[in-house]
């Protein structure tokens, strides 16, 4: 080994000189990252406590249409309405219960899970509007076309509601597998060129309904009852051509 093949090791592990500056992390004064990854507040919601792994428990806070309320629900059925710039809190909901995997807003009102309810709460006050049985909880993303919202429930449904009006417009379901399949639920698709909806079934099986009855207009079967997984869990896309 010659001597240029020793000098870029010796430059490599040379110690660094005792009064040399150390070096650090370079920005400016006013960082233009703040307000995307600053933490402006912070609210504690209740206890610690170590979460169960069932995914319908776990919902993600919901940013209001409006892009001044974030609401957020805990596992032990607490819903709150915070200010998105002071973090103060507008209003509260204890007891709800089991509030499903997901929310959505629309029609001035929150449409959110209470056990095997749906119940719709006044976006601004969180007063209940409607409350209407579902039969179980709502397993995946509530999906909003118009004043129509599409729920997912479990174990392998979907409930399409009128927010304003609080009535259900119809059911779809299949057939559980007998098959082990994964625990969660696709969102629908919304077609308004068409007015379908398509939906994905844990049997493999992809439908297309009508928006405004949910009749059934074609089933495409994208996987075996008898395989592993067959549950259709991806997001759906349509393309206007």
Partial sequence: MNVLQLLPLALFVA?????????TWAHSAIDPFERVFGVRFEI???????????????V?????????????????????AHDLETG????????????????????????????ADLIALGSLDGKER?????????GG??????NVAIVPIRPNAFVAFDIGKGEELWRSS?????SITIRGQAAAAID?????????????????????RGDRRWLAQLGKTTEFFADYGEWKVTIDT
């Fill in 15 to 23: 110690p660094e000189p005792a009064d040399a500056p150390r070096a």
């Fill in 44 to 58: 504690d919601l209740g206890d610690f406590e170590v979460l169960a792994p069932r995914a319908e428990e776990w």
């Fill in 60 to 80: 993600a806070p919901l940013v209001a249409n409006d892009g001044s309320r974030v609401y957020v629900g805990t596992r032990g059925g607490l819903l709150v």
């Fill in 88 to 115: 103060a809190r507008i209003w509260a909901r204890r007891g709800l219960g089991t509030i499903g995997a997901s929310m959505c807003e629309a029609e001035g009102a929150l449409v959110v899970g209470s056990n």
């Fill in 130 to 138: 409607w409350r209407r049985p579902l039969g179980a909880s709502v």
């Fill in 141 to 146: 993303r509530i999906v909003v076309a118009g």
């Fill in 174 to 178: 299949r057939p559980m597998p007998e």
């Fill in 192 to 212: 308004r060129a068409r007015g379908s909806a398509y939906l994905g079934f844990s049997d493999g099986a992809l439908v297309s309904v009508s928006l405004d």
